[in-house]
């Protein structure tokens, strides 16, 4: 029996830097599994889009496709805009049977991911006892994706950081730039900002441009193609299909 596609669903941009990280990732995850058929699709700004790479898909014979969602949290686009997409395709390509993964976070790879990004700007285990961490994510109105980024918060508390506050780029707040403020006011003396996002665009631009004004030490980069978080893709691939398995053996 082949193996269902993995079809990896980005948010998508008018950034084209957000675009070629998506696909770099991408990449990154058919080198670390070769022989899996991987296919990139965007909710929007980009091509190609959800349906069209679905549609090829039933054209070329695909029986099973994993439908992952390239998202942090369970906020809007996870709950309600992929499996609307999802929803439509089924009904007009019954042939092809699509399954929704879960979203990425929260997760220790994420983690991983997180430390990667800071060591490469310059943070060393032993600044930690002396160094506040800013935890900046894009921000959903969604409660539920508010409380997961203040509960990774909490436990990166307990990584050897002084200080780790939660900020937001939009829809929630604080924004970065108060957090960093926050920090120094309580006399934290290094601050650095790690950007809980994925890819390049206009958010993570914001969340830069506050960590630059509040005056922040460190500012990582975006999580990106990192080795762990293309495990971490997989990782949830193999979950989705583990549950196939499992409701056609039940």
Not at 31 to 42: D, I, K, N, Q, S
Not at 43 to 70: G, K, Q
Not at 178 to 205: C, K, M, Q, S
């Amino acid at each position: 029996m082949s193996h269902p596609v993995l079809l990896v669903i980005a948010h998508g941009s008018r950034d084209p830097r957000h675009a070629a990280t998506v696909h770099a990732l991408t990449q990154r995850v058919r080198a670390e599994r070769p022989g899996l058929r991987v296919e990139t699709a965007f909710l929007e700004f980009n091509a190609p889009s959800v349906p069209r790479v679905l549609e090829r898909l039933a054209v070329e014979e695909a029986d099973e496709v994993i439908a992952l969602p390239l998202l942090l949290t369970r906020a809007f686009h996870a709950k309600t805009d992929i499996p609307s997409v999802l929803r439509e395709a089924r009904a007009r390509l019954p042939r092809l049977h699509i399954r929704q993964a879960d979203v990425l976070g929260p997760s220790p790879l994420l983690n991983a991911t997180l430390g990667r990004r800071l060591r490469e700007a310059g943070v060393r285990p032993g600044d930690l006892p002396r160094a506040g961490l800013v935890l900046a994510s894009a921000g959903s109105s969604d409660p539920e994706a508010i409380a997961v980024i203040a509960e990774i918060a909490r436990e990166l508390r307990h990584t050897g950081w002084c200080a780790v506050r939660p900020a937001f780029a939009s829809a929630s707040l604080p924004r970065t730039e108060d957090a960093v403020r926050a920090l120094r006011a309580e006399g934290v003396e290094r601050v650095a900002v790690a950007p809980y996002v994925i890819a390049p665009g206009r958010l993570p631009d914001r969340i830069a441009a506050g960590a630059e004004a509040a005056g922040a030490d460190v500012l990582a980069d975006v999580l990106g193609p990192a080795p762990e978080l293309a495990r971490l893709l997989l990782e949830r691939y193999d979950e989705a299909r583990a549950l196939v398995g499992a409701s056609l053996s039940a």
